[in-house]
């Protein structure tokens, strides 16, 4: 079953959670030989509210980004998976990752973290994977486990 996708999706957003997902798409990649697109949404909607936002603001955010990324890229690498690459976007991170990048990336599964960093999204908006679970239109594996499906101790 997991052997008939292609095209993985894989939201990173730097934490613990994202990792887990992206640890087991590297898994599932290898296995079927598919590829995988990574993705981090920088949340634009942030910047908006504040009163000194220059540019510079978003350059810094993608720059830390990429070096997440990069250092994603190379242990996909390191472990045998050499179609992966990613990309840096800008928006609402819900929309982006259930809509326009499955159709973008021809996305046959989306993996994600069942949490992400940004308490306060969850808490006004609703959580990024719960709008993701509910409005992609393909298979959306949601991470709770290591890769030896052993749950992760949260109280650390």
Do not use: W
């Amino acid at each position: 079953m997991l052997g008939n996708y292609k095209n993985i999706l894989v939201p990173v957003d730097g934490s613990k959670e994202a990792k887990l997902a992206f640890d087991k798409a590297v898994i599932i990649a290898k296995e079927s030989k598919a590829g995988i697109h990574m993705v981090h949404v920088i949340d634009t909607r942030s910047f908006q509210n504040i009163s000194s936002f220059d540019s510079s603001m978003i350059d810094e955010a993608t720059a830390n980004v990429k070096k997440t990324l990069d250092d994603y890229l190379d242990q996909a690498n390191q472990a045998g998976v050499s179609n992966i690459d990613y990309s840096i976007e800008y928006g609402a991170p819900k929309v982006v990752i259930a809509r326009e990048m499955p159709d973008r990336y021809h996305t046959d599964v989306i993996i994600m973290g069942a949490t992400g960093l940004s308490a306060f999204e969850r808490l006004m908006m609703g959580s990024v994977t719960d709008y993701v679970s509910k409005a992609a239109k393909c298979d959306v594996l949601i991470v709770r486990t290591d890769t030896n499906n052993q749950p992760v101790n949260k109280a650390k």
